[in-house]
């Protein structure tokens, strides 16, 4: 690490002000849903408090209020949460800007103080020098616990770095050391899988990582445009008709830095997509009409022969329409098989965190990412404000 990290600083007696990622998915009834964002940056809260911080103070955004009070988007249950992970009162205040906050953070009982939604002020995105300054007075020190927000050059991320010392809380050192280690020295054999929708999603992850990695195994919507480009039927499925050239010299890159690119050899099709669709496999053409929504059986067994003897594996982006049961099967094998392998498992936040979670997999990992957009942009090889922007060692 190459920045300050929660361990360089002294904390006793300090009011530390913690940037968190607390953007939870809620129903509703504003019941969360998943507190995987809430418990992952927990560790650093209670480290924070076991130093003997005076005060702890937690600021995030949750949805997009767009410079407005918007009640849904309140943080208020968030605190009803915390209180029951901390085991510590937690005193909620209905801004995070504004005379009395400081007072009322001076005077409280309570030792936890969560402020209400940054983004209810439209100069928290708009990264305004006055508006970091009124968050820096608040405390003496700065932590950036949120990874899902370090690739944005926000108020509450870069802004707030000019005023205080500022360093990396234990989730952020720990996203910046799993995905830092495979960008630069990855241990060897190198997979990386990707899947999603779009092949102008991973582009730069493909170009950053295809010099550096031994093989890339490709799945869901975006395989199809890779097919195409190989002159493949692909029916009615996925297609970025702009991107076939851009597939086409992916692929020639590839054999001439001699690095296996794999696509899928069989497919599960329907005729729609609908979760009560009738299903059938197909080999690596796509008859007319029909659309390709998960890896064939024969796909995951190719897919699983090339990540057995490796020793790091980077995944961003499901093999197929995981959130419907009948095309989940690609990706659930794939994260089982994955699972029990003895490597260093990287899943790359988003919807394939998702899928983890949803087949109970998370403790199988060796690291699931709390950032989709910001993991995407790391994977990139691209530098992130709210990283680069803290105190150098």
Not at 96 to 106: A, N, W
Not at 347 to 369: C, N, Q
Request: one cysteine or more; charged letters at 30%; hydrophobic letters at 40%.
């Amino acid at each position: 690490m190459e920045k300050l990290t929660l361990r360089d600083v002294d904390l006793k007696n300090k009011t530390v002000l913690v940037r968190a990622d607390f953007n939870v998915p809620q129903d509703a009834s504003l019941n969360i849903t998943d507190d995987t964002r809430i418990r992952s940056t927990i560790p650093t809260l209670k480290y924070i408090l076991e130093q003997g911080a005076k005060k702890l103070v937690l600021v995030s955004h949750l949805g997009r209020p767009d410079g407005k009070p918007v009640a849904k988007y309140s943080l208020k249950p968030v605190a009803v949460r915390l209180r029951e992970l901390l085991g510590v009162d937690v005193l909620f205040l209905n801004d995070c800007i504004g005379d009395s906050i400081k007072p009322d953070i001076d005077k409280s009982k309570e030792k936890v103080v969560l402020l209400e939604n940054l983004r209810y002020h439209a100069e928290e995105e708009g990264n305004d020098a006055g508006f970091s300054r009124q968050l820096a007075s608040l405390a003496d020190i700065f932590v950036n616990d949120a990874f899902g927000t370090a690739h944005r050059a926000h108020a509450s991320t870069e802004g707030v770095t000019h005023f205080l010392k500022s360093c990396a809380g234990l989730l952020l050192e720990k996203e910046i050391k799993y995905l830092g280690d495979a960008v630069k020295d990855p241990q060897k054999p190198f997979v990386v899988i990707l899947g999603g929708a779009k092949v102008s999603d991973k582009i730069g992850v493909i170009e950053n990582l295809l010099p550096k990695c031994d093989a890339i195994i490709v799945g869901g919507g975006m395989a199809y445009t890779f097919l195409k480009a190989q002159g493949k039927q692909i029916g009615n499925s996925k297609l970025e008709k702009d991107k076939l050239d851009l597939a086409r010299s992916i692929l020639d890159q590839a054999k001439q830095l001699k690095k296996e690119i794999l696509l899928p050899v069989d497919n599960v099709i329907v005729d729609a997509i609908d979760a009560n669709a009738k299903t059938e496999i197909v080999g690596e053409n796509i008859p007319e009409g029909k659309i390709a929504v998960d890896i064939g059986p024969g796909t995951i067994k190719l897919f699983e022969e090339k990540l057995k003897t490796a020793k790091t594996i980077v995944w961003n982006g499901p093999m197929g329409i995981f959130e419907m049961d009948a095309f989940s099967k690609g990706t659930k094998e794939l994260a089982e098989f994955i699972g029990s392998l003895k490597c260093i498992s990287i899943i790359g936040g988003g919807d394939t965190a998702a899928a983890v979670a949803k087949f109970k997999l998370e403790d199988k990992m060796s690291h699931i990412s709390t950032g989709g957009g910001a993991s995407l942009e790391f994977l990139e090889g691209k530098a992130l404000p709210g990283i680069a922007a803290l105190t150098d060692r």
